[in-house]
């Protein structure tokens, strides 16, 4: 035994040279962009360390260069619950709003000086987050909500530029990073090549890539797309300490091995970052990478502090995107899709043309008024974009190159689903088939809703699944899903035994729901959250409501003439009826609704919620409001003592600000709601 000692102790210390020569070469081509040896010559470094780990399976570590692929696959992405939460951006599209946002800035810092930014590009990629302990990689996740995202650390552990151990030292116990993971447009076009040449799938664009090959649940398939990151900034910090500004945490993070965009910059002024933003955007065709935009975020971490956050966005940061992509293409058609209400909606079906890094076919038209607003005609050459890079939209028609034989739109007579006859009210935009349930569209559309997550939330049961249900007559109304058996499920397209009994345990699940909810699931022409929680906390039970009048309906906050008309003609239908007995008969139950105090420091106080708010559901906010003796509606008025305000909040911000009417962030609502509770 003793003179295999000598042998052992020099293999271990040439695997431990290996792997630090290599870590070293990593570094230098990712990180540092100075390559220092050969492809080849790594190559050939890397099956050294591989044969001499096969001979000795004992000196492999978890952060050696071989391991970045090797873990069996995955069944399914477990969830990581994000300690410091991801979150989104707020855009500008215009150089006045990045004004306004640096004046905001400036205001909330009482400060008449220059503020001093980073700014960097916003790549379309995918945003993840990498956990380090000790300086080994341990974790990493992909941004999900924002609270929570899909462990993806196997995946993550293929990037080359991504580093499993850290250099240097100084680095917290536990550093979190945030980064964006994208494939490089030469990478992308190469493997699409490739990629046809075998007859495998071909990505529409680098993003897709990028999104698609993360999302593998075999880290093999994932190792052998050629992704890239750059790592933008940092999130739960353990046992140690960062620098106090955004550029100078950035440089540790080179230092310590990580890869960043080079065209990151700190700037001085806002003058200079709208500078930054014509350069970038000069360069942006000849960039190696997809953006959509530019980012500023404040510099020194201790003013991003004072600052704070609104809802999912923090004040200290915003997008400048570029304007959407336009191209001219032709209307070969003009179908007209059917909605869970019978709302007819004019797609136009187009030439395909690529736009935005995605090719685009079909376009929403919305409604009749729209097309004959733009006049749109089947054969018309039109400009169509993607509204904000994401909806395919027409912007107008190219009058001057329509043809002869272009056709007049015409609204149809009869369903192109069911033939049922068509009406359009001319007091609204929107026509309706009138074949309700006996329309397979508007059946479909229907379990839709009921099964959504904001309705009944019914886990596993997706639209395709649906549509394969419905196909086949097993589903013919959302009752229909208590009386399916996994016999049933198991006749399905990729349905195996596990994933039936998953998806009937599922349904089981959602019996147990709330009123609101359940109101809100039986999708009730323009019945939605708000309204649905108002006629529940107004009538307490199922049955109350059912024999409410028309009248006595109007008398809930919030309810207008046209909402309690649907509500009664709903609930007075015959098949309505029934399908409500067969629910409450197959078990869907809820807790009985208690009454708001109207003691509550909230008592007498009306308040309208906009936007996604990132600590609580909606449903969970309302019900902390109504706890509190106040009332949530869904629309502003003169009589709203205040809307609060999330991500992305629509038209009702504006009005409120329109009516005057003040305005809460979420940190304004929590503030709102303690001191209800202590009145």
């Known amino acids: ?137 341990t974790q990493g996740a992909t941004r999900g909500d924002g609270e929570t995202g899909e462990d993806i650390t196997q995946n993550l552990r293929t990037i080359a530029a991504l580093p499993l151990r850290l250099r240097g030292k100084g680095f917290p116990r536990v550093l979190e990073v945030r980064g964006e993971v994208f494939m490089p447009r030469e990478r992308f076009e190469r493997f ?145 899709q059917v909605g869970r209400t019978g709302a007819l909606t004019p797609v136009a079906r187009l030439a395909p043309v690529f736009v935005g890094g995605v090719t685009i076919s079909n376009a929403t038209l919305h409604n009749m008024d729209e097309v004959e607003r733009k006049d749109v005609r089947i054969g018309d050459s039109v400009v169509v974009r993607r509204a904000g890079d994401v909806i395919p939209e027409v912007v107008r028609v190219m009058i001057e190159r329509r043809p002869a034989s272009a056709v007049k739109v015409l609204l149809p007579g009869q369903c192109p689903v069911c033939g049922s006859p068509v009406v359009r009210d001319e007091q609204q935009a929107v ?6 349930r006996s329309c397979a569209a508007q059946r ?68 147990r729901t709330t009123f609101p909810r359940f109101l809100y699931a039986l999708g009730i022409r323009d019945v939605g959250e708000a309204t649905a929680s108002a006629l529940a906390q107004h009538f307490e039970t199922l049955e109350a409501l059912q024999s409410a009048s028309k009248e006595q309906i109007e008398e809930v906050p919030d309810v207008g003439p046209v909402v309690a008309r649907n509500v009664v003609a709903y609930l007075q239908e015959p098949e309505n009826r029934r399908l409500l007995e067969r629910l409450r008969a197959a078990g869907v139950t809820w807790p009985a609704i208690v009454r708001a105090s109207a003691a509550g420091g909230l008592a007498g106080k009306t308040l309208v919620l906009t936007g996604t708010l990132s600590g609580m559901s909606r449903e969970a906010a309302q019900a902390a409001i109504m706890d509190a003796g106040g009332k949530v509606t869904g629309s502003v008025s003169a009589k709203t003592s205040y809307v609060v305000a999330g991500t992305d909040p629509g038209s009702k911000l504006k009005k409120a600000n329109d009516l005057g009417v003040a305005i809460l962030d979420e940190a304004g609502l929590l503030e709102l709601l303690r001191s209800s509770s202590r009145s």
């Open 192 to 336: 699409n090549a490739q990629a046809a040449v075998r007859g495998d799938k071909v990505f529409v664009n680098p993003r897709n890539a990028a999104a698609g090959s993360l999302r593998q649940l075999d880290a093999r398939i994932t190792a052998q797309r050629p992704l890239d990151i750059f790592i933008y900034g940092t999130g739960h910090v353990q046992d140690g300490s960062l620098p106090v500004t955004h550029g100078q945490t950035m440089q540790s993070l080179r230092n310590w091995g990580f890869k960043l965009c080079p065209e990151s910059r700190i700037v001085e002024s806002l003058e200079e970052c709208l500078r930054y933003y014509e350069e970038i955007g000069a360069r942006r065709d000849a960039l190696p990478y997809q953006i959509d935009g530019v980012v500023y975020k404040v510099d020194e971490l201790e003013l991003r502090r004072r600052l704070g956050f609104v809802a999912r966005a923090p004040r200290w940061a915003i997008a400048h995107k570029y304007p959407a992509e336009e191209e001219i293409t032709v209307i070969r058609d003009i179908e007209f």
């Open 431 to 436: 026509a309706r088939c009138t074949g309700g």
């Open 444 to 511: 479909v559309e229907e379990i839709k809703h009921f099964a959504a997550r904001r309705a009944l939330d019914i886990q596993g049961l997706g639209d395709k699944l649906i549509e394969q249900l419905s196909a086949s007559g097993i589903v013919k109304s959302p009752a229909d899903l208590w009386d399916l058996q996994a016999d049933q499920l198991q006749q399905l397209e990729r349905m195996g035994e596990k994933s039936a009994q998953k998806i009937l345990k599922s349904i089981q699940a959602s019996k």
């Open 1 to 137: 035994m003793s003179s295999k000692r000598p042998s052992s102790g020099l293999t271990t210390d040439k695997a431990r040279s290996l792997r630090e020569l290599l870590e070293r070469y990593n570094y230098a081509y990712h990180a540092l962009d100075t390559p220092e040896v050969s492809d080849a010559k790594y190559d050939a470094l890397l099956q050294d360390l591989r044969d001499l780990e096969r001979e000795h399976p004992e000196l492999i570590t978890p952060d050696s260069p071989t391991q970045r692929v090797g873990a069996s696959p995955l069944v399914a992405f477990g969830e990581i619950k994000h300690r410091v939460p991801m979150l989104s951006l707020d855009n500008a599209f215009s150089e006045q709003e990045v004004r306004d946002f640096d004046r905001r800035v400036r205001e909330r810092l009482n400060t008449s000086e220059p503020i001093r930014y980073s700014a960097e590009p916003k790549l379309d990629g995918l945003a993840v987050s990498a956990t380090y302990e000790n300086g080994r990689f």
